[in-house]
């Protein structure tokens, strides 16, 4: 099938990796022309385990390449995804000028019939409104050409982006058009093969089943971290209370980790966008307020730990950080909790070392050569004369680090776990003063 996709960031170039991977003839489009030369020239933009592989294969056996031109997107799809970027608008609400600007452009180059596809993460009534600016690009043209707008959300996660794409849990897609059904059905079929996994619905509720799926995993970071600050409070273990909650198959194991708040480019923005649609539909959503409010707070909790560890002398203290992304295994630092803290230690006239196996060439875009702020090639050397260290994200590295190495070369050896990673008793044996989240 040729298909085109607009917008080629994480969700555009996984998107069109993982399709062309199978077979299907796939061009990717952005008006960024630098991340097409690079493309183009086998850089990839963003870290992604597996993506430059799967890139350079499909470019070299011609069933992917790069365009900054819409035209060029247009005229050579059957199929063309709208993926680019819906972020928060200064009210919460998603953006959507990227999205219907992309729909206007299609509406004023189309020449033959065309299913768009919205992968964007958008709110509902959204693919209304795509339908509605791509028919009035026609209308000005005076063009009649068939087209039809589904919607069919990306589920993939930063870090596990390319098994989620190949071997996704569900595939879903919003349409009122048996055709568009059709064609998506076929075009997915190399990853659906062995249990159906396509679920089709109204427009509607596929535009809001990613956002109640994020909604859904936010809260449950959210409680956890709520409990785990009554759990310091009582004198209980959030690690304890973590696996006695998560032996029952209602709860499950999977995204009940207390920590230093949740950030990325989806949670944060969607939670808040969906809270906006429910008040623009006259609803007050409280519990995603709630989710949102707790995240803030959680995200000021190491700093916390810090100013209520130094006192007044935390201006005056090295600070060493480890992990910057988000998440482990992606450089994306959009909304994470690092950023949070640096910038509070920064403010507060403390320095700061950080290290990140992935996220430094991001982070010095990030912080633009902030004062006070060192980013270390290698995680001891960002520990070497700290007065604390300050896990932030969990990458492996950092899982089973040389405690002694560590103890030595601190200035003084106060650890504070934000993940919840290391043993308690094994550090405290080590001589380390350790803080860490929701346990004694
Ligand atoms: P991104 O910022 O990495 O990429 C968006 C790309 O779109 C950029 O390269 C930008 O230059 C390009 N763009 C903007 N306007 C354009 C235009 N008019 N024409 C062509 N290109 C244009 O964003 P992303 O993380 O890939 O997210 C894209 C969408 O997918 C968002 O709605 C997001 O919420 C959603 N989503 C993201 C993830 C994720 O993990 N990143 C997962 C699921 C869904």
Redesign the pocket.
């Known amino acids: 099938m040729r298909i085109s996709i607009?917008?080629?960031?994480?969700?555009?170039?996984v998107s069109g990796a993982g399709l062309s991977e199978v077979g299907h003839h796939v061009r990717c489009?952005?008006?960024?022309e630098d991340?097409i030369d690079g493309l183009r020239r086998g850089v990839v933009?963003?870290f992604e385990p597996g993506l430059d592989a799967l890139i350079e294969e499909n470019t070299r056996q011609g069933r992917l390449d790069f365009t900054t031109s819409?035209e060029s997107a247009v005229e050579h799809a059957e199929v063309l995804f709208i993926?680019?970027?819906?972020?928060p608008g200064e009210d919460g609400s998603?953006d959507l000028s990227?999205?219907l600007?992309?729909a206007r452009?299609v509406g004023h180059l189309l020449q033959s019939p065309l299913l768009v596809v919205v992968?964007?993460?958008?709110p509902v009534g959204t693919c209304e409104q795509v339908r509605s600016a791509i028919q009035g690009a026609l209308d000005e043209r005076g063009a009649q050409v068939p087209f039809t707008v589904a919607s069919n959300?990306?589920?993939?996660?930063?870090g596990a982006?390319i098994a989620d794409f190949m071997k996704p849990d569900r595939i879903v897609v919003g349409t009122d058009d048996e055709e568009a059904e059709h064609l998506l059905r076929e075009l997915y079929a190399p990853f659906n093969r062995n249990h159906e996994k396509l679920l089709c619905m109204d427009i509607r509720s596929s535009e809001l089943t990613?956002y109640a799926a994020n909604a859904m995993l936010a809260t449950k970071i959210s409680l956890m971290n709520e409990l785990s600050n009554l759990a310091e409070r009582v004198g209980a273990d959030i690690e304890h209370v973590r696996l006695g909650i998560g032996s029952d198959p209602r709860i499950g194991y999977s995204f009940i980790y207390p920590g230093v708040g949740y950030g990325?480019?989806?949670f944060p923005?969607?939670v808040r966008a969906l809270e906006r649609t429910a008040s623009q539909f006259g609803y007050e959503a409280e519990l995603l307020r709630a989710v949102e409010a707790v995240n803030n707070r959680q995200k000021e909790k190491a700093f916390a730990r810090l100013k209520s560890h130094f006192g007044d002398a935390l201006n005056s203290t090295r600070i060493a950080i480890w992990g910057l992304s988000f998440k482990p295994n992606t450089d994306?630092m959009r909304e994470a909790p690092s950023v949070v803290l640096i910038r509070s230690l920064l403010e507060r006239g403390a320095e700061v070392a950080a290290h990140d196996p992935e996220a430094l060439d991001e982070a010095s875009r990030v912080f633009d050569g902030a004062a006070g702020l060192h980013l270390a090639e290698d995680p001891y050397e960002a520990a070497d004369g700290a007065d604390a260290l300050v896990l932030v994200t969990e990458w492996k590295p950092y899982w089973a680090p040389d405690f002694g190495r560590l103890h030595q070369s601190m200035r003084q050896p106060v650890l504070v776990d934000g993940r919840n990673i290391w043993s308690p008793d094994v550090v405290r044996r080590r001589g380390f003063t350790y803080y860490a989240i929701g346990r004694p």
């Open positions: 607009v917008g080629s960031g994480y969700v555009g170039l489009m952005d008006i960024d991340r933009p963003i819409l993926a680019v970027g819906t972020p998603a990227h999205v600007n992309v452009g992968k964007s993460t958008v959300p990306e589920f993939l996660k930063e982006a990613k990325g480019s989806c923005k969607d994306d």
